[in-house]
């Protein structure tokens, strides 16, 4: 019989990996990353479903004021930006990025429920700068995502979401292994 010692149990638990939504992140990432996130698109996070609960539960007429709220929040962000504040922007940017000509419709369903209004289309040009400011160094959110296997593959994602915002702009290109 194997003797197992808390210390083994600390770093099997530390260092097994899961596999979720086709996303693989090790467990010691996921509770780096927050302990509700399983994958790299925009509402795979407990912090984005509960904002798109929150849009679920807000007015229709105010379901935009709150998209608004949320990407200048974190478009005038002076100072670090916190993890939860860059997972409602980029959630934020997703559904933007939905009735754009190239976008893709938002059908997770951890996604809203409820049917969002038409929004203006200056909210892309805001969704666009508060991705910027996502990707930016002074970004816990970036800063997480950098430190995993998965970070290139998650800017590539942001990137691509912003090309579709602001199709002037080329995507960054990363690539998702070395030569």
């Not at 962000?77 to 938002?106: K, R």
Request: aromatic share 6%; charged share 30%; with cysteine.
């Amino acid at each position: 019989m194997a003797l197992v010692t808390n210390a083994h149990v600390s770093f099997m638990q530390t260092y097994t990996s899961l596999t979720v939504a086709g996303a693989r992140i090790s467990e010691r990432r996921h509770e780096e990353i927050g302990m509700g996130t399983w994958g790299i698109g925009p509402f795979e996070d407990d912090t984005a479903a509960d904002f798109a609960d929150t849009l679920d539960e807000t007015a229709l007429d105010e379901r935009e004021n709150l998209i608004r709220s949320t990407l200048n929040r974190t478009v005038q962000a002076q100072d670090y930006l916190d993890f939860s504040e860059a997972v409602e922007a980029v959630a934020a940017a997703a559904l933007i990025a939905a009735q754009c000509p190239d976008g893709e419709p938002v059908t997770t369903s951890f996604g809203p429920d409820e049917a969002l209004p038409l929004l203006a289309t200056d909210l892309r040009t805001l969704a666009a700068e508060a991705l910027d400011r996502v990707l930016a160094e002074e970004s816990e959110l970036a800063e997480l995502w950098d430190d995993t296997d998965d970070g290139p593959r998650w800017r590539q994602s942001i990137s691509r979401l912003r090309g579709i915002l602001d199709p002037r702009t080329k995507p960054q290109e990363d690539s998702l292994f070395e030569i």
